[in-house]
């Protein structure tokens, strides 16, 4: 089985329909079950288990601003990939190699993630056994904005890199998909660094077991190298010396029942004892090693066939898709599960059930499992998986946050099919993109995870297109939902001069979580009937009438979240009962309860951390106040402000520019969505008014 994406290795979310609910845990070379007992098993070879012995599939990940691109072109460097290191920001009119966009270079962050892989020759410091590791890499971006690359890419790697400088890190994405990882403290010849820290953090804000693997040898200007505590040794270039730390075992004793056994029993574990339970660990997703790089991506993160995975058991897997075209066209990421992808062979995608002939994976005559491919020529969307035509198994989805901010958006001058074109390509290549066409004004919105996201595309839109746009102000993504059950009865006839329309709908509605956590709706619908008041091929046309109600609401115009319909009694006419009688009465039913329910408007809220200089403290603090903020934790730390709240996203519009003025341009920030709040009750009167008037100009 190969999971495929398009270019930089985007892997969006499915959504099944009709599906049996039947998940299989597997490995990276096992089938995903049928409703049975047991699950197909997949053999590995000696060749294959000797290859995947040094295979690893790791992403980098961390922060914005923590140092993940200039990490991975030193990686690419020193394991010779690259004859030479450029800066990401590209001052030296080259950047960095794992930023080919010239907007990446520009801003100097990351867009689009990008893969690469360079081999690693390791020699185990206890047996002396040399080994050379292949290692494919992801570098994945920092800013939240782009939160939809980190989650394609977490999705179908092993293990990770986590890196940490002075910012809060933030790893809710590696336990979402349960990826092993290391942590990796960089920046430590900067003023300030302190790792000690950076570890302590891992313990109290991620709540991480973690421990040093090595320490460092003097810091700032006067970092010299790094102490083994695992193999008894100090990294200079005279040669190994050093002493092993108590604190290792400790921590690891927390978490792994073998070292723990030791530490009760007051026996010293052996270098070897210690090295196998930090790997067993970190593989668990209990620990996290800190210090080693690629010695210890080869030591401590799991190989291909040690990572467990999902499948779906379903004939009618839906997904979103992601393209990436290029100058040859559609270059598609794959990534190995089971079997051997070969030059010439056929494969079926399982989703649309299309035979697909397989051209030459990168002048490879075949790809076995674990392994990471790169193809041209194979018309897929990013997320489909594709079998031998066996089975239709489908990998399991991926977390894709709502949209949370949109604008209005046309071209400047007469437009052109590249207009839509370009929509069209970054709609598909992108699951937190969204476009679509506002029914009243008639205008184009397209919508986003940030005031950044969206700049981004629109400048894409104008170098790789030739498209200049005029964007609207941008426009919080509200929702309306309801704080009470509220009854329902609703007869809808209408007789014209041939058969009419007859169909009553009895039920209620009532509230239900509108924050619902990954996967799960923020609406449903149940149908209660007993008896067959409502004839069963009806029931679909309730279903859509209900949705389709959801997609506006009476308050403000916004979409409804929140809303549990339940269906209880009705009834019908033989001749003027139809689908269209049924979903139309269900419709003015929805509305008629739905004002009746105490409707309320919702603005999501996003969680803001701002780091400043301590210095500018109360400027901060009094900053969020007036823009309604609520300071969850603050610290300070060294010279260093760091302060954790949650702000309404309509209150944040402007604050960078704020921010750089009462902080001397030295503040920094971060927002990401946290989930959807009641708005005040002024604000929502008042956008209630604005939508009241508006519909009036229009009669």
């Known amino acids: 089985m190969v999971l495929s994406s398009a270019s930089r290795l985007s892997w969006p979310r499915y959504t099944f329909r009709g599906a049996r609910q039947c998940l299989s845990r597997r490995y990276a070379t096992t089938t995903a079950a049928p409703e049975t007992t047991t699950s ?39 394991t010779g990939r690259i004859g030479a290191i450029h800066e990401v920001r590209g001052r030296d009119n080259v950047g960095a190699k794992m930023d080919s966009m010239d907007l990446e270079r520009e801003k100097g962050i990351t867009i689009q993630s990008a893969a690469t892989f360079c081999d690693w020759e390791m020699e185990h410091p206890i047996t002396k056994q040399k080994d050379k590791f292949a290692v494919n890499i992801i570098d994945t971006p920092g800013h939240v904005d782009f939160t ?111 070292i723990g056994d030791l530490v009760l ?28 790089l690629l010695d210890g991506v080869a030591m401590y993160l799991p190989r291909p066939d040690e990572k467990e995975v999902l499948a779906h058991d379903t004939n009618l897997p839906a997904n979103s898709p992601q393209l990436e075209e290029g100058k040859y066209g559609q270059l598609t990421y794959m990534r190995i599960y089971q079997g051997t992808l ?43 998986s594709f079998t031998d035509g066996s089975s239709a198994y489908s990998m399991t989805p991926m977390f894709v946050p709502e949209p949370v901010i949109s604008l209005s958006i046309k071209p400047k001058g007469q437009e052109t099919p590249n207009f839509s074109r370009a929509l069209s390509r970054f709609n598909r290549e992108d699951p937190t993109f969204k476009v679509h066409i506002d029914k009243e004004s008639k205008e184009t919105i397209i919508s986003g995870m940030g005031e950044l996201h969206l700049e981004i595309y629109v400048e894409r839109m104008k170098r790789e297109y030739n498209v ?86 009476t308050l403000a115009g916004y979409p409804i979240v929140g809303v549990r319909f339940v269906l209880t009694d009705g009834a019908f006419h033989t001749v003027d009962s139809s689908e269209l009688a049924f979903k139309l009465c269900t419709i003015y039913a ?61 209150d944040m519009f402007g604050y960078s520019n704020q921010l750089r003025g009462s902080t001397q ?34 009669k």
């Open 40 to 78: 197909p098993q997949y053999d590995l070879s000696d060749a294959d288990r000797s290859r995947l012995r040094v295979q690893r599939n790791i992403g980098v990940s961390a922060h914005i601003d923590s140092g993940k691109t200039t990490l991975t072109e030193r990686i690419l460097y020193y």
């Open 148 to 258: 939809i690359e980190v989650e394609r890419a977490l999705r179908v790697l092993d293990g990770a890199i986590l890196v940490l400088a002075k910012l809060r890190p933030v790893d809710r994405q590696m336990r979402r998909y349960n990826v092993p990882r290391i942590s990796f403290v960089n920046k430590m010849d900067r003023p300030g660094a302190n790792p000690w820290r950076i570890i302590d953090q891992i313990r109290t804000k991620l709540r991480k077991p973690a421990a040093a693997v090595q320490i460092p040898i003097g810091r700032e200007d006067e970092f010299a190298g790094v102490v083994d505590l695992v193999h008894w040794r100090a990294l200079y270039n005279e040669g190994p010396k050093g002493r092993k730390d108590r604190e290792l075992v400790e921590a690891l004793s927390d978490v792994d029942d073998e």
């Open 265 to 292: 029993m007051e026996e010293e574990p052996t270098n070897e004892q210690l090295e196998a339970g930090i790997r067993r660990a970190t593989v668990a997703c209990k620990f996290s090693p800190v210090f080693p």
């Open 342 to 384: 070969k030059k010439g062979s056929w494969i079926f995608n399982a989703r649309t059930g299309k035979k697909v002939k397989v051209p030459s994976p990168c002048d490879v005559d075949n790809i076995g499992p674990g392994e990471i491919c790169a193809i041209f020529g194979v018309d897929c969307a990013s997320g489909d």
């Open 468 to 553: 200049e746009c005029i964007t609207g102000k941008p426009q919080v993504a509200w929702r309306e939902t309801i704080n009470q059950r509220t009854e329902f009865s609703y007869t809808h006839k209408k007789q014209t001069g041939g058969a009419g329309q007859f169909a009553k709908v009895v039920g209620y509605i009532e509230p239900c979580s509108y924050n619902a956590a990954d996967g799960e709706p923020d609406r449903s619908f149940t149908n209660s009937i007993m008896g067959g008041t409502i004839p069963s091929h009806y029931i679909p046309a309730v279903e859509r009438g209900f949705y389709e109600a959801m997609e506006k609401g």
């Open 590 to 650: 929805f509305r008629e309860a739905f004002a009746k329910a105490r409707a309320q408007l919702l603005e999501p809220v996003m969680k803001v951390d701002v780091v400043a200089p301590a210095e500018f403290q109360s400027a901060v603090v009094g900053g969020l106040n007036t823009r309604r903020g609520t300071i969850i934790d603050s610290e300070v730390r060294d010279d260093e402000f760091v302060c954790e709240s949650e702000v309404a996203l309509n």
């Open 665 to 698: 341009g030295k503040g920094e920030f971060s927002m990401e969505y946290k989930n959807y709040a009641p708005a005040l009750p002024s604000l929502q009167q008042q956008l209630s008014d604005e939508y009241k008037k508006k519909l009036a100009q229009k």
